[in-house]
């Protein structure tokens, strides 16, 4: 009964946040024809494409890394070949979708069983690849919020005037969840399952990577903006992660519409509007649309050749399986 209340909050809280980011772009817009933003679209050079596209190509491979560092550790070999393809497709649908859980877990869990990974395994590197997330953004972002404290208030109604408290808080988090690796032995207990933190090694090691994912995520964006030298990159990715921040809590697949009007918001002293609007649509289509169209084909071309497996019903009946397989 807390599962559906909880799910039915989540979902008219998505539902909410995202009718009132539809209103202020409309808001945010209603000055500038439809043919302004397709202006800008047709303007945007073939090298910015191309060079968008070449990031984008090489942060989902760096993503592959975190699949791949989790189970160099648990020392599970497994030729990278197979690890880039569960992770990317898995990657692409979190990134696209939204709701890791009912979206990564499953895919990821479809593939790793059939290569022979465990129902624990699955499901700690899904854990691993969840927490990689949250600690990029933290690690990234506190240090980012420190050094360009936006004023939020006015804009996004923040209880504060700037984002360099956000900044000293996330970085406390990721400082703690460092030194908790170092000195807590025991695993983590949260509901039924235990969740072993990482060694010292390998967070440092998962920290890195997502630092490196983060701001090449930011760096795809930043290439399509036009004239960008009127906008420094740092600002830029404080802008980026404190929109994706708000994405995220949304809710909603790929945070949609509420990025964009937080990007909008706090970009449109620096730019013309339908600038932004071309440039995050162009990032929307490099970034989120194409990988999603890839990794949909390769999925796919996977299930057509090869014999049909059990995929999971559910993440309950994932974590159902841990708990059976431990018995």
């Known amino acids: 009964m807390k599962w559906k209340c909880l ?11 995202f009718m009132t980011a539809i209103w202020v772009l409309h808001q945010e817009l209603r000055g500038y024809r439809y043919d302004d933003v397709a202006l800008q679209i047709g303007d945007l050079r073939t090298s910015r494409l191309l060079f968008a596209l070449g990031l984008t190509i090489l942060d989902y ?7 791949t560092l989790i189970l160099r550790y648990i020392q599970y070999p497994l030729a990278y070949g197979r690890i880039a393809l569960a992770s990317f497709i898995g990657s692409t649908l979190s990134n696209s979708i939204g709701l ?28 691993f690849n969840g927490m990689s997330f949250w600690l990029g953004v933290f690690a990234v972002g506190g240090v980012v919020f420190l050094l360009e404290p936006l004023p939020t208030t006015t804009l996004l109604y923040l209880p504060f005037a700037s984002i360099r408290s956000l900044g000293a808080a996330l970085l406390i988090v990721v400082g703690g969840y460092v030194c908790s690796s170092t000195w807590r032995r025991t695993p983590l207990q949260i509901w039924d399952v235990q969740i072993a933190l990482p060694a010292p090694p390998l967070v440092l090691a998962q920290i890195s990577l997502a630092c490196l994912d ?3 995520a930011a760096s795809v964006l930043y290439v399509l903006l036009p004239s960008t030298a009127t ?15 708000a994405g995220a809590l949304s809710l909603l697949p790929g945070g949609i519409g509420v990025f964009e009007t937080v990007m909008l918001s706090l970009l449109s002293p620096l730019f013309s509007a339908p600038s932004i609007v071309a440039a995050l649509l162009a990032y929307r289509g490099i970034y989120y649309l194409l990988p999603l169209g890839v990794a ?15 995929w999971p019903s559910s993440p309950v009946s994932m974590m159902a399986d841990v708990q059976r397989n431990d018995r």
């Open 231 to 245: 906008v420094g990159f740092r600002r830029l990715l404080a802008i980026f992660l404190l929109a994706h921040l």
């Open 296 to 310: 949909t084909a390769l999925l796919g071309s996977y299930e057509l050749c090869h014999r049909p497996n059990r």
């Open 214 to 216: 983060w701001i090449l």
């Open 100 to 127: 890791s859980l009912l979206t990564s877990a499953p895919v990821r869990y479809r593939l790793y069983s059939a290569w022979g990974l465990s129902v624990r395994e699955v499901a700690g590197l899904v854990a």
């Open 61 to 67: 491979v760096v993503m592959t890394g975190y699949d």
């Open 7 to 17: 799910q039915l909050f989540s979902a008219l809280l998505g539902l909410v946040l």
